[in-house]
């Protein structure tokens, strides 16, 4: 297949779901892989100065008010990944052609084509493979040509109908498995939340993918983090993120991860580019994304359901606590999730019942404060299961080292252990914080 062009095909448009306002899904690789690149909030305080590269200036809070009001661009563009975690050398486990688990280090290439709204498609290139995830509206598809599978993320035809009655209330579409990080969705991710637990800033204007951009600077509030600084460059004319770049707290002088646009168009892909239909030959594995079940809100009588899913897709802190199990120690970015229980041999194994005890029957877990994105890391949704063909255990054991009572991940941005009585802890903080935590 030709990496540098996606593989489209026509589709039956009256069998699409009706439209619901998009937001897209984490990207979804093996949860200590998905873990390792969490980013969050940091940066050396700044004052608005984008008026050297004959921007007009704005404060801060202009700046973070005009992304939150811009409607999501249609574009095309190339985006450069660079990791610098600090991981082990990956190199004894055998990773089959463009695979997500390359996000891990090193430089990568994505292609990324949007129609702003529902549609989009997100290319992972390699030598001379590819892995592409394309989204429309609560269904997905992911393709990797190494494997010559595809896998069709869909509702079952009761969500359907309820996504669709809750589509008319402006509900959020659910999130699908296989996702690759944009520096669009990160970036307005990060900004989005830039006023809990961090200060806000605007540095000098640059250019990214010959683009005027400004600047936004996050700097943490507390000082027990790994993270040390987020810089998201946002296009002067779109008020899109353009480029995210995350540094740690012990390199101010390089990023540990960067994702931007190189190039970018901001016009609408042509249908071609964002229809699928798997490629002749190819294996089609369906795996069904559940809905969560909403309850009528507290103290209304007869709550339409429909609003009730609309309310839960669309505001993560109306649904229920941190399920049975799962504790989260601190707040912020010093936040430390811990998750009880877990069968880590049997999700090496790939073991369906192991997945199956780790799935629970909501994942929005509602918490404001960043627990809900480092708990989704390591429970895999209904359905999900370990990128193919990928050697599990040979990549757990190259990217941890033994402790007393189970194993460590260390990287730049996020320490995870794993211990023996079934215990994983996880946080953007120094590893011996979860050594301590764990007793």
Do not use: C, N
Not at 201 to 217: H, I, L, P
Not at 271 to 296: K, M, T, W
Not at 384 to 401: F, K, M, N, R, S
């Amino acid at each position: 297949m030709d990496t540098s062009t996606p593989a489209p095909g026509p589709r039956d448009d009256a069998d699409s779901p009706a439209p619901v306002r998009r937001h897209r899904a984490r990207w979804a690789v093996p949860a200590v892989a998905a873990a390792a690149v969490a980013a969050a909030f940091a940066a050396p305080p700044l004052l608005a100065t984008a008026g050297t590269a004959g921007l007009p200036e704005v404060t801060p809070d202009e700046l973070l008010a005009r992304v939150a009001a811009a409607e999501p661009q249609a574009l095309s563009g190339t985006v450069v990944h660079t990791a610098r975690l600090g991981l082990p050398d990956l190199s004894l486990v055998e990773v089959g052609g463009a695979d997500p688990v390359a996000l891990l280090g090193g430089s990568s290439t994505l292609r990324v084509w949007s129609d702003g709204g529902e549609r989009s498609r997100v290319s992972l290139l390699g030598q001379a493979s590819e892995y592409s995830v394309v989204a429309d509206g609560p269904e997905a598809w992911t393709y990797s040509s190494a494997d010559d599978e595809v896998v069709h993320y869909a509702l079952s035809d009761a969500d359907r109908t309820r996504l669709e009655a809750a589509a008319e209330q402006h509900a959020a579409a659910p999130p699908v498995a296989g996702d690759l990080p944009t520096p669009e969705e990160l970036g307005r991710a990060a900004l989005e939340r830039a006023e809990q637990h961090a200060t806000v800033g605007v540095d000098a204007a640059t250019t990214v993918a010959g683009r005027d951009a400004y600047q936004v600077v996050l700097t943490p509030r507390g000082d027990a983090t790994l993270l040390g600084r987020v810089v998201v460059a946002v296009d002067a004319e779109t008020w899109t993120p353009l480029r995210v770049q995350v540094w740690s707290s012990d390199d101010a002088a390089t990023p540990a991860l960067e994702l931007g646009f190189t190039d970018v168009t901001f016009a609408a892909p042509s249908d071609a580019v964002l229809a699928f239909s798997p490629p002749p030959g190819a294996s089609v594995r369906d795996v069904v994304v559940p809905l969560p079940e909403q309850p009528a809100p507290a103290g209304v009588a007869g709550a339409d359901d429909a609003q009730a899913l609309a309310d839960a897709l669309e505001d993560p802190a109306a649904t229920p606590p941190l399920p049975e199990g799962v504790t989260v120690t601190g707040d912020g970015w010093d936040a430390v999730v811990q998750v009880a229980g877990v069968d880590v041999a049997g999700l090496l194994a790939a073991d369906p019942a192991a997945l199956a005890e780790m799935s629970m029957p909501d994942k929005s877990i509602g918490s404001s404060e960043g627990a809900q994105e480092l708990f989704d890391q390591f429970v895999p949704a209904e359905g999900e299961g370990p990128v193919p063909d990928l050697d599990q255990q040979a990549l757990y054991d190259q990217l941890t080292t033994p402790v007393a009572g189970g194993r460590l991940l260390e990287s730049s941005l996020l320490s995870v252990l794993v211990l023996d009585d079934g215990r994983v802890l996880a946080g953007a903080v120094p590893a011996q914080t979860l050594l301590d935590l764990a007793g």
